[in-house]
């Protein structure tokens, strides 16, 4: 028997308003209550993820431990329940695609005309029921992407209505988040396309339990009231959700309201002890009231998309948190970087982190922000091509090897210093066919890296295709470069650091993939630190 408890989490008006976070404070609201959580996203796309996808398409492609390549969102379901989500934790409409096709095409169906409803809609409700039957968790959320009345996700909201219906009310509830604007002509705030988006979303079945308002000014109690009577809800089932100072703030502002309470009241489910939340309001006083700052330079090639850097983005202010500091971090063009103007670009910054990424655009000024920091002494972080190109900056300029590269970017170089990995040489299809999730690394005794994490083996996560090419081990080893994070298992080398140098790491992995605020990520949190001890040292 599943008696798992099911919460559809629907946007409407507008997208972008924030279902992901609002899912996520939800969730972390119940788990403080004391129930096991998980949140599912369902992507209305045909990608069977995004791991394909251009980050200018969708932002950043996040890993999870068991090597999913999936929407953003899942990165802040990790980092307010700080637990692992996996592959059933995102499904594309893609995926389920090609699941209903694979049957179809192994007779699966016996002859019947395959259709979306019922089998599209069976095998949206099988993924669902996937998560409830691991026993693991008492409550599931599941966020269906986009806007309720796009042609894309009427199956996923079909296949929720029918979950209702099968389960019972008490075992499956609606929250839609919509947008209360404000007519500055009018000087009022709207409820009429709440009204709309609610009466859409009626028009599938579906009948909105709790309503959650995104809106730059208070909801006063009238308009409430008349939000709960046109839409058919409680009156305190109108949740008014305030743009926050921080995403850290929104369980919060949420709690406040009792939307938590009101949340297992409607799933039949007792309180449980009524959460504090002192480590939530301690970080975001430190995240709103910082005592210092300190400048960090992500040098990217999507400097203009923050979202393409998302987690790296919170695994700065997990371990600004840490310090009592704000890091702001300033994105850096890497196409607009050259030797020539580094100097001026990045002076105000006291570390640098050079992103992930794929393909050779912006290759050049990644190469020159690493040999300046390098050369400076500025503490820098180099992650995944960050890694690639600290290791090709290395090799052209201290061990003299003219035009070595990643065979990524010149497949003709003498010198391939970074080069495909052995189990990557056959490989033709494009999507997740990556080294990808976590993997075990074990650090060097003695090594900066070794210090900084205080453990002897470390599982971090990944997401590539190139490694270091270990035929130059010893000549790196020899000018000052040392792998001092290795894969136990094949010997590739994980991390890469200069001992000479006050703080130069990289990784071949992504470590932001694993901060969380309650637990910011041991390199994050040095790196910082590194760079507030060079910002005192600048102008003490
Ligand atoms: N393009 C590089 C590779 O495939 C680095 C990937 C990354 O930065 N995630 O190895």
């Excluded at 069976?122 to 992407?145: P, Y």
């Excluded at 590269?405 to 040489?425: I, K």
């Excluded at 020899?478 to 894969?487: K, Q, R, T, V």
Aim: one cysteine or more; proline letters at 5%; aromatic letters at 8%.
């Amino acid at each position: 028997m599943d008696s798992t408890k099911y919460i559809f989490v629907t946007g409407g008006v507008v997208s972008s308003l924030g279902k992901g976070i609002v899912s996520s404070s939800l969730a972390a609201l119940l788990q403080a209550r004391g129930y096991s959580v998980t949140i599912q996203k369902l992507d209305p796309y045909i990608n069977i993820d995004p791991g394909t996808l251009n980050p200018y398409e969708h932002g950043e492609v996040y890993v999870t431990e068991d090597g999913a390549e999936t929407d953003l969102d899942l990165g802040h379901y990790e980092r307010f329940l700080n637990i692992p989500t996996g592959q059933a934790n995102n499904v594309t409409t893609g995926r389920i695609y090609e699941e209903v096709i694979r049957k179809e095409r192994h007779g699966e169906y016996h002859g019947k005309t395959v259709q979306v409803v019922p089998h599209i809609t069976d095998e949206i409700k099988r993924r669902i029921r996937l998560l409830g039957k691991t026993g693991l968790f008492q409550i599931i959320i599941t966020e269906i992407g986009g806007t309720v009345g796009d042609i894309e996700s009427l199956p996923f909201i079909e296949a929720a209505r029918q979950m209702h219906y099968e389960l019972g009310r008490q075992n499956v509830i609606f929250i839609h988040l919509t947008l209360v604007p404000y007519v500055g002509v009018a000087g009022e705030l709207k409820t009429k396309p709440t009204q709309h988006s609610v009466k859409q979303l009626l028009e599938f079945g579906v009948q909105a339990d709790i309503l959650v308002c995104r809106t730059e000014h208070s909801l006063s109690p009238e308009l409430k009231s008349k939000i709960a009577l046109f839409c058919n809800v409680e009156q305190n089932a109108v949740i008014e959700s305030k743009d926050a100072r921080t995403i850290y703030e929104v369980p919060i502002l949420l709690k406040e309201q009792n939307f938590d309470r009101v949340v297992l009241q409607k799933l039949g489910l007792k309180l449980g002890n009524n959460p504090v939340l002192t480590e939530w309001k301690e970080a975001v006083r430190h995240i709103v009231e910082p005592e210092k700052s300190v400048k960090i330079a992500l040098v990217g090639k999507y400097a203009e998309l923050p979202d393409a850097y998302k987690s790296i983005l919170e695994a700065f202010v997990h371990a600004g948190v840490r310090h009592r500091a704000k890091v702001e971090a300033t994105l850096v063009q890497s196409d607009e970087l050259t030797e020539t103007n580094v100097a001026e670009k990045i002076k105000d910054c006291d570390g640098v982190l050079v992103a992930p990424g794929f393909g050779v655009r912006g290759i050049a000024g990644k190469i020159a922000a690493i040999k300046y920091v390098r050369e400076n002494g500025i503490p820098f972080l180099g992650v995944c091509l960050g890694m690639q190109m600290a290791v090709v900056e290395f090799g052209r300029n201290v061990l003299g090897l003219a035009d070595a590269d990643s065979t990524e970017m010149n497949p003709e170089t003498p010198h391939p210093v970074v080069a495909l990995m052995e189990s990557q040489a056959k490989v033709e299809r494009l999507g997740g066919t990556m080294r990808l999730g976590a993997f075990e690394c074990r650090l060097a005794q003695g090594s900066r890296v070794r210090e900084i994490y205080g453990q002897d083996v470390v599982t971090e996560r990944h997401r590539h295709r190139y490694e270091f090419n270990n035929a130059y081990r010893e000549a790196y080893v020899a000018a000052g470069m040392f792998p001092s994070g290795i894969n136990p298992e094949h010997g590739l080398v994980e991390i890469v650091e200069i001992p000479s140098h006050p703080f130069f790491i990289a990784s071949q992995f992504h470590p932001e993939y694993k901060s969380t605020l309650k637990t910011p990520h041991p390199l994050f949190v040095a790196f910082v630190e590194a760079a507030l001890e060079h910002k005192n040292h600048r102008s003490p």
